[in-house]
């Protein structure tokens, strides 16, 4: 068994063919960036709302009106050029991107009460200079959104994973030893094995696969984000995820 060369288009090409409306195949794309991508930035902007204060219910349409923004094919071109002139990963190209956008939803808010005739209260935060006043990746909020990329990550994987096996018909064999994929327990391979029929030792090579068949799709789908798909550029940005944990 292999691991699935499904994987032949990057992130990068993702999102360019999902700014182009007309192009065959780019609602797909679309589809797969917000299912990548969509729960940590849904995180940040949660994040931020909090910590102003401001109304949750928000997130849904910000992060629907981000990445609306972001394919805008002008926004879309100036931005990728700009990242892969710097060769940045997908990941820091996202949040850097989200910063600002949420910059400039602050002052288009701050101006449009104004332009209204509100009075501003002395509360009334200025978020939009105290999000420029801060580094993009040195807040806790963006901590948690690191943590929520690394989460869907892994759960895509472990989905990619679950498929290599069902295409093998060992769809039982997975379930089975998923649990193990983390940490092995002698008794629960003893029950397994009388349930499935197989000695234990098998099951624990079967595990050892597992694991290995799973590493395998997470380098896969990290090596989607980047400019460099080395080994070196994989490891390098699997450590800095794993840094949030």
């Known amino acids: ?11 990068w090409s993702q999102i ?5 409306a007309d192009a065959p195949g780019s609602s797909k794309a679309l589809e797969a960036f ?3 991508y969509r729960p940590a ?11 102003f204060q401001r109304p949750l219910h928000l997130a ?21 050029d700009r990242n892969e002139q710097r ?8 949040f850097e991107a989200l910063h600002y956008f949420l910059i400039d939803r602050y002052r288009r808010e701050k101006a449009a009460r104004r332009g209204g005739g509100n009075v501003l209260a002395a509360s009334d935060v200025d978020e939009a200079e105290l999000l420029a006043a801060q580094p993009v990746t040195q807040t806790e909020v963006y901590a948690e959104a690191q943590r929520q990329w690394l989460r869907t990550l892994l759960e895509s994987s472990l989905q990619d994973l679950r498929q290599q096996y069902v295409s093998e018909n060992k769809e039982d064999i997975f379930h089975a030893l998923r649990p ?5 327990n002698e008794e629960g391979y003893e029950a397994i094995s009388r349930r499935l029929g197989h000695p234990v030792n098998t099951l624990k090579s079967y595990t050892h696969r597992l694991r290995g068949y799973w590493q395998q799709h997470v380098r896969a789908h990290i090596a989607e984000t980047l400019n460099d798909d080395s080994d070196e550029a994989i490891n390098a940005e699997l ?6 944990r």
């Not at 930035?41 to 910590?51: D, S």
């Not at 193990?180 to 092995?184: E, G, T």
């Open 1 to 11: 068994m292999s691991v699935s060369t499904s994987f032949q288009r990057t992130r």
């Open 16 to 20: 360019r063919l999902a700014a182009s």
């Open 34 to 36: 917000c299912k990548h």
């Open 41 to 51: 930035i849904l995180t940040y902007i949660l994040g931020h709302l909090k910590k």
């Open 60 to 80: 849904e349409d910000w992060s629907q009106d981000f990445i609306i923004w972001l394919i805008q094919p002008e926004q879309l071109k100036r931005a990728v």
């Open 87 to 94: 060769s940045v990963t997908m990941r820091a190209f996202v």
């Open 180 to 184: 193990f994929i983390s940490a092995d």
């Open 239 to 244: 450590a800095d995820l794993q840094g949030f």
